[in-house]
DNA sequence: GTCTTAGTTGAACGATCAATCAAGTTCTAA
DNA sequence: TTAGAACTTGATTGATCGTTCAACTAAGAC
């Protein structure tokens, strides 16, 4: 299954056949068929395994590299950043190369893609009520996070597009340039403006 | 070749096989590979077809539904939010699906992809420029059109595996805020804030 | 010590995959 | 009128697809 994993993550969930999967583990067919009645069960044991890989492998180790909750969510963005990079553009978000692929056809697996989504969606917005008090009072925090979630998604889809991280950081930018000016309008109403334009 | 890019936008490239493709058009394995020597030269005339096809089927219709140059911006993203209600989430922007799919492997069609971004961002980018005397004179228009492309393709990719309006919407609304806050930046020097909410 | 259950083995299945090709037809130009 | 190129036809190729299954082994229960 780890096996499996790895290689939808690579090729894709169609473009990885069952013999690969089998020749890459050493496991034998009838031993994969014994657990995984169908290819489709082995993909929804795989996208379960996402669900529980998200705090350990990808929140945590931004958590660990930034504080600031507003930093800790651009500690999440640069992590996919970094996985571009170590695999030179070849690994890019696992749920979104398989969201696009069953967004058609399969519901129960278009169910859990959505479930890893919400997943991550949902630690955005955690991180985001944690800076409540910094944006603005009317800003909603599901549209913000929906918004962050789609950027990232994008922005890897683009990267790994174009062999470049010149539209991830330009989405990267323009991301931090939105927050700023919401930090900047949040403070706006208790704080005159001329006195923290001063500190800077 | 027409029956091809349908099936290709549809299913995908790999799930897409030549004996359906073959069905669908009624024509002869023979026929097609007398014009395309194998499937890939096929999706390579399909990718070339895309990119004729963007003014005429994306930004043309755009332009007629505004006039306004962001709000035609908007239009285009619209025209993707319409594309998805239409086909009920099962057709969303056909670059986008090949992106993720080919990203890897294939370095002429990974080309030809960027050279279908590249296209749609340029033309977002000359709308920008048309609005450039609104926005504050620090913006990047090239950063700009890229977030504006990640936005509306990772919007579209979230609305497919949702089946909801809910990512996208949430997506086009903060990304017109960013607007109307880049707008509000823009006019801030020229005229005073009061004034221009004092009209509002 | 035997019965049951769980798990393993790997050859084999029919279907489909992209691609081929010899034969036949239609078009073009001299 | 005719030679040759352009194009069509559809049966067929070997490889690979996801899946099956009868035979086998290992381990715990009574």
Redesign the interface.
Known sequence: METARELFF???Y??TGIAQILNSSGANSGSLYHFFPTKEDLLIAVLEKYKILLEPAVIGPAYARAVDPIERLFAVLDGYRQLLTATD??L?CPI??L???M??SHPQV?AL??EN?EGWRLAIRHLLEQAQGRLPSEV?L???S??V???????V??A????DF??FD??M???R??FE?LVQ?GSDWSTPKQITQGIQ
Request: proline letters at 2%; charged letters at 20%; a negative charge.
């Open positions: 690579a090729q894709g169609t473009a553009f070849a890019g979104g190369n969201a696009l692929e967004s058609n278009r893609v959505v989504f909603d599901d549209q913000l929906h918004f979630l789609i950027t990232m998604e994008g922005a889809m683009l790994r597009a174009y062999h010149g539209p330009a989405a930018a323009s991301l340039d939105h000016r309008d």
